[in-house]
């Protein structure tokens, strides 16, 4: 059983960097895509980023292209969100995901989420 773990979330003022953390245990991850996700008070939960384990492939959606990186350490089962120059509507609850490649993220697993709170 796949377990998601976040962890790095906290309170930053604008233009500030933070990295979250997602620690994955219960099985290999080498055919697996896992990702970021986010969901801010109100709206509905919306894509950040992903890559690929096996091969580091990375997807990011437009509002963070440039300012986030995402990034995995195989030998830790462990992926990473490095946040920077950080906006006030980048607010938000961020959860990890895992899913088997090429499948719907609905398919896969989810972490319980890390708060990130972003003041002007």
């Known amino acids: 059983q796949v377990q998601l773990v976040e962890s790095g979330g906290g309170l930053v003022q604008a233009g500030d960097s933070l990295r979250l953390s997602c620690a994955a245990s219960?099985?290999?991850?080498?055919?697996?895509?896992m990702g970021w996700f986010r969901q801010a008070p109100g709206k509905e939960r919306e894509f950040v980023a992903s890559i690929t384990w096996r091969d580091g492939a990375t997807y990011y959606v437009g509002s963070v292209k440039g300012r986030f990186t995402i990034s995995r350490d195989n030998a830790k089962n462990t992926m990473y969100l490095q946040m920077s120059s950080l906006k006030p509507e980048d607010t938000a609850v961020y959860y990890c995901a895992a899913t088997p490649y090429r499948k719907a993220w609905s398919d896969g697993s989810w972490g319980q989420g890390t708060q990130v709170t972003v003041s002007s």
């Open positions: 219960g099985r290999t991850f080498s055919g697996y895509t």
